[in-house]
C-alpha cells in the first residue's frame, strides 16, 4: 500500500489526477468512478486536462433508489456535472436507481461489472468506513445489493438536499468483493471527520464492522490523505 500524503484537497486532487494518468497511459481500459466531495477536485483536475476517456469505460459505484438520472442529486447526474460532460467515455455504467425492478437491475449490474473488469478504481470513504455504500456488516463477499443507508450517512448525505426527509434510504450499490477485484484501488479521503474512519481502515483489524479494512489485504492500493484525515496514524 503507497500513502501520499498532501497538504489539502487541492494537492489531493493533482496526486489523484496523476494516478488516473499513469493508469490510462500503461494502457487502462475500464475506470471504476466514484462520487461524494472527495473525488471532485481529482475529477476537476482531470478534466481541465488533456486526458482522453473516449476510448474507455466507466463503471459506477453505486446509486440512490428512487432518483432518476436526471434529479440533480442523482449519482448520474454527478457524474455527468463533474467528469462525463468535459469528459465523454465511451460508455459509462451507473446502477438504475429508479429501475422498476430493482432485483433485475442488481443482476444486470453484476453482470457489468464482470464483462468490464475494472483497472482502476476510486473510492472514498463513509464516516463509519463505508466504500461504496457498503455499510458496516456489509459481508467482504458481496456483490451489487440493495441497501437500507444507515442513520449516519443518511445525516451526513442531507447537506445535499433541500431537506434531510428527501435524503433516499436506499442505494444500490457494487459489492466489496467486486471492488477488491479492481487491479488498483485509489482511496482518497480529506478531513477530520474522516480520521478515525482511516486509521481503523488502515490500522484496525480486518473486519466487516470496518468494510474499508479490507483494502489492506490488497496488492495494489494507492491511498491519498491530507494531514487532517491522517492526524490519528501511528505507524
Ligand atoms: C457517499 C458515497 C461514497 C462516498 C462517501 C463519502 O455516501 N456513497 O461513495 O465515498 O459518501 O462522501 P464524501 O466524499 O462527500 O465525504
Redesign the pocket.
Known amino acids: 500500500m503507497k500513502i501520499i500524503k498532501v497538504q489539502d484537497n487541492l494537492a489531493g486532487g493533482q496526486a489523484g489526477y496523476q494516478v488516473f494518468a499513469d493508469a490510462l497511459n500503461s494502457g487502462a481500459t475500464t475506470f471504476g468512478l466514484?462520487?461524494?466531495?472527495?473525488?471532485?477536485s481529482i475529477y476537476d483536475a482531470i478534466t481541465a486536462s488533456d486526458l482522453d476517456f473516449s476510448k474507455a469505460t466507466s463503471v459506477n459505484?453505486?446509486e440512490y433508489v428512487g432518483l432518476a438520472a436526471d434529479h440533480d442529486q442523482s449519482?448520474h447526474y454527478f457524474m455527468q456535472q463533474h467528469f462525463f460532460d468535459a469528459k465523454p467515455f465511451a460508455q459509462s455504467f451507473v446502477p438504475a436507481g429508479d429501475a422498476a425492478d430493482v432485483t433485475a437491475e442488481l443482476a444486470h449490474y453484476d453482470d457489468v461489472i464482470a464483462t468490464h473488469p475494472v483497472d482502476l478504481q476510486i473510492?472514498?470513504?463513509?464516516?463509519n468506513a463505508?466504500?461504496?455504500?457498503n455499510e458496516p456488516g456489509t459481508p467482504f463477499a458481496s456483490k451489487t445489493h440493495l441497501v437500507d443507508?444507515t442513520p449516519s450517512?443518511i445525516a451526513?448525505?442531507a447537506r445535499?438536499f433541500a431537506d434531510a426527509a428527501e435524503v433516499p434510504t436506499q442505494?444500490i450499490?457494487m459489492g466489496i468483493s467486486q471492488i477488491m477485484e479492481a487491479k488498483q484501488i485509489l482511496m482518497?479521503?480529506?478531513?477530520a471527520?474522516?480520521a478515525e474512519a482511516v486509521k481503523a481502515m488502515l490500522e484496525g483489524p480486518v473486519t466487516e464492522d470496518v468494510p474499508a479494512s479490507i483494502l489492506q489485504q490488497h496488492a495494489n492500493v494507492v491511498v491519498i490523505l491530507d494531514d487532517a484525515s491522517a492526524r490519528l496514524l501511528t505507524k
Not at 34 to 40: L, M
Not at 123 to 127: A, D, E, R, T, V
Not at 188 to 191: I, K, N
Open positions: 466514484a462520487t461524494g466531495s472527495t473525488p471532485i459505484l453505486d449519482y473510492l472514498g470513504l463513509g464516516q463505508h466504500i461504496g455504500f443507508l450517512t451526513a448525505n445535499f442505494a450499490t482518497v479521503a480529506y478531513g471527520n474522516k
